[in-house]
Antibody
Framework: EVQLVESGGGLVQPGGSLKLSCAAS????????IHWVRQTSGKGLEWVGR??????????TYAASERGRFTISRDDSKNMAYLQMNSLKTEDTAVYYC????????????WGQGTMVTVSS | QSVVTQPPSASGTPGQRVTISCSGT????????VYWYQQLPRTAPKLLIY???QRPSGVPDRFSGSKSGTSASLAISGLRSEDEADYYC???????????FGAGTRVTVL
């Protein structure tokens, strides 16, 4: 079964940092781009960014609001992806999902269950 | 405010056809593929349509997508109670160099 499991969410103060992890199983992780998407409480979805595969030099792209603060990485040997978040703001409070794209580079085929990040003093 | 615009709500009775619009610009919907997602309450979203009008395996053919110019649409035919959910469109935006979501449309089955 194809599965993504996020972890690492929690409560952090404004200005703080947090690193989310995404554990993948049931598919060839190294061959798929991984995206992160977040959803604020009662609101819609927002794309955070993505990391491509080794064949594409692990290139990363970020939404404008996250550039310079967030970093996406991956470790294909461990079937893991990560989202490092720095200088966190209250508006970063959301459920964060990691997502596999296998049909097309931007098709969000498989979603994790999400991990909640709360930025508050 | 979202770069791509969806109506906040849509409704229909069982068996009816409901259409949701996704209006964008030449830098997103007009130039790139559109994707549609369904989010049932308290669950992660699910891919319904990719590349404007393609259905992943397992998605019923009651769901169909189309695109013309800077607008895209998702149609749900033979509406069922289990179709009550939020629906989102997504497209790559060349000006923003990022993916943009619509704000979502809540479909209610009356």
């Amino acid at each position: 079964e194809v599965q993504l499991v996020e972890s690492g969410g929690g409560l952090v103060q404004p200005g703080g940092s947090l690193k989310l992890s995404c554990a993948a199983s049931g598919f060839t992780f190294s061959g798929s781009p991984i995206h992160w998407v977040r959803q604020t409480s009662g609101k819609g979805l927002e794309w955070v960014g993505r990391i491509r595969t080794r064949a594409n030099y692990y290139a990363t792209t970020y939404a404008a609001s996250e550039r310079g603060r967030f970093t996406i990485s991956r470790d294909d040997s461990k079937n893991m992806a990560y989202l490092q978040m720095n200088s966190l703001k209250t508006e970063d409070t959301a459920v964060y999902y990691c997502i596999l794209s296998s049909i097309t580079p931007f098709s969000f085929d498989i979603w994790g269950q999400g991990t909640m990040v709360t930025v508050s003093s | 405010q979202s770069v791509v615009t969806q109506p906040p709500s849509a409704s229909g009775t069982p068996g009816q056809r409901v259409t949701i619009s996704c209006s964008g610009t030449s830098s997103n919907v007009g130039r790139n593929n559109v994707y549609w997602y369904q989010q049932l309450p308290r669950t992660a979203p699910k891919l319904l349509i990719y590349s404007n009008n393609q259905r992943p395996s397992g998605v019923p053919d009651r769901f169909s997508g189309s695109k013309s110019g800077t607008s895209a649409s998702l149609a749900i035919s033979g509406l069922r109670s289990e179709d009550e959910a939020d629906y989102y469109c997504v497209a790559w935006d060349d000006s923003l160099s990022g993916l943009v979501f619509g704000a979502g449309t809540r479909v209610t089955v009356l």
